[in-house]
């Protein structure tokens, strides 16, 4: 969750044959919070179009991956979800509430984060937001292993892979570790690829604070010719400065991020405020 929330406007933050882990609660709809059918609804409004000759829709994963609450810095519940094109992710957002000044109401926030390499344009309640080409950087993994023949030696690979990573993010003055998450939040297969013949597998991991998202590691596994090898990419999920490390050097860092900037790769702002979800 960020360390503060602009006012007005937030614009936001697949799976054929994907599997995502399910570190949400498995829910029934009719046993899930006001404020998780909330985040629900709010994240099917959105229409999502990646540039492009194809131009084609991209769709959201109808259930969070996960579900979280940031007991350090405030915000009862929060749900991530994952919005997808020809079975690659290419957003990830975050629906959550946080308290008001008030103290009677909450605070609905969204968050999100362009994983493509093409522009998008995406829409919600009349509102835009267009992150740009390249909002992630791939990078080939130094010294990784190659990627295994079967699905599950490979989950077993990048697990060991984003065990090689750590990250810290920073505020008052202070470091503060983040936790990897064990098991990738989600995971999208061969299969599911569709747009890249040199596509193999792929996950997403997330390092948290409480069990809120704070920073996104995206694996792949990839070929080139009759080669295959590992890359990797970071996204941020908080306005916070954070660094990340692989061994002991640094992989990526981010300085504050100001926020909402509905241009930019990242963005999250307030939507509404609210004294509960009920009627929804």
């Not at 990048?158 to 003055?173: G, L």
């Not at 999920?237 to 909402?260: F, I, N, R, Y």
Request: with cysteine.
């Amino acid at each position: 969750m960020r360390s503060r929330i602009g006012a007005g406007w937030f614009i936001a933050s697949v799976l054929l044959f994907a599997s995502p882990v399910v570190l949400a609660d498995d829910q029934e709809p009719d046993k899930l919070s006001a404020w998780q059918k909330l985040f629900r609804k709010q994240a099917g409004e959105y229409t999502i179009v990646v540039d492009g000759e194809k131009q084609a829709h991209v769709k959201v994963v109808p259930k969070p991956v996960l579900n979280w609450s940031q007991p350090v810095r405030g915000g009862a519940e929060g749900a991530v979800f994952i919005w997808t094109q020809s079975g690659r992710p290419v957003v990830i957002g975050t629906l959550f509430i946080w308290p008001d000044a008030d103290g009677k109401r909450q605070n609905v926030a969204h968050e999100m984060h362009s994983l493509s390499q093409e522009p998008l344009s995406a829409t919600w309640r009349g509102q835009t937001w267009t992150p740009p080409k390249d909002s992630i950087v791939w990078a080939a993994l130094p010294e990784g292993p190659k990627p295994a023949a079967r699905r599950e030696q490979r989950l077993r690979q990048m697990r060991e892979v984003a065990e090689r990573f750590s990250a810290e993010s920073f505020r008052d003055d202070r470091r503060w570790g983040l936790r990897l998450l064990p098991q990738p939040v989600y995971r999208y297969a061969l299969e599911a690829a569709g747009d890249d013949g040199n596509f193999i597998d792929g996950a997403l991991f997330g390092f948290v604070e409480g069990t809120d998202l704070e920073v996104v590691l995206a694996l792949e596994a990839r070929k080139t010719g009759s080669e295959s090898h590992w890359e990797y990419a970071l996204a941020r999920m908080s306005d916070l400065p954070m660094v990340v490390k692989l061994g002991e050097k640094t992989a990526w860092q981010v300085e504050h991020s100001q926020v909402p900037n509905p241009r930019a790769a990242y963005t999250c702002s307030t939507v509404e405020t609210r004294a509960s979800a009920e009627g929804e």
